[in-house]
């Protein structure tokens, strides 16, 4: 607790205000020029976690007011299942298990990158989403429905540009190829399908042993009776 408010205090000092703007400032320069800027974020110490916090919130928070504040024209949620702590998770969850999978494959595949420089790099790439996101949001509401196929358009383009960011992290984190970045990816996704059905059956044993045990003293209960 006294570090985490030491860490507080430090952000909201001259300098370490200055070092936040100035990090918060290269996330731009980061998703412009990718290759200097992911290889700059981690290996020259340019990035800051306290910045890749703020897209990661940024990043959830567009999520959920493109959902609440779209023009209902382009929004198709369903207010009577919608629930903020799913789609809350929904981001964060892949994204850490994102990280866990892509660190565990890079071990393997003598990449170079700490668990916190991924984690980094992913969150400086998703500087797209709520950048173009937000915007978005607004113009859907002073647009008509035919219009609002730019929309549709950019808020794609969000993703790719996104998603080609990633990549790009990857190969300047590690410090790989393009053929081996690529399949380190593609082996990162599979590991984050392996690390969600290693968990899902985890709590699926869990839960029927928690149940087994419940039934068991249920049955005590009525013999003793």
């Known amino acids: ?12 000092k001259g300098e370490g205000w ?28 340019r990035g800051s976690m306290g910045v890749a916090h703020t897209i990661v919130i940024l990043t959830v928070l567009t999520h959920l007011w493109d959902r609440r504040f779209t023009n209902f024209m382009l929004n198709n949620t369903q207010w009577s299942k919608f629930s903020i702590w799913l ?11 994102w990280v866990a999978a892509n660190w565990g494959i890079t071990t393997l595949f003598d990449g170079k990158g700490r668990f916190k420089d991924i984690y980094m790099g992913t969150a400086y790439a998703l500087t797209p989403y709520p950048m173009i996101g937000l915007p978005m ?8 429905k035919e219009e609002g196929v730019f929309y549709t358009y950019f808020n794609t383009f969000a993703l790719v540009w996104a998603a080609f960011l990633v990549l790009c992290a990857v190969l300047m984190i590690h410090d790989y190829s393009l053929l081996k970045g ?36 249920k049955e005590i209960l009525y013999r003793i009776g």
């Open 182 to 217: 690529i399949v380190v990816v593609l082996a990162s996704i599979v590991g984050m399908a392996v690390i969600m059905f290693v968990v899902l059956l985890f709590f699926s044993l869990i839960s029927d042993a928690v149940m087994y045990f419940v039934a068991i003293y």
């Open 1 to 12: 607790m006294r570090k985490l408010l030491s860490n507080i205090a430090y952000y909201f």
């Open 137 to 144: 949001i607004f113009l859907s509401n002073v647009v008509t």
């Open 18 to 45: 200055r070092n936040y703007r100035k990090s918060f400032r290269y996330a731009f320069y980061v998703i412009l020029h990718p290759f200097d800027g992911f290889w700059d974020l981690t290996h020259e110490k």
């Open 87 to 97: 789609n809350v998770l929904g981001i964060l969850v892949p994204l850490i298990i």
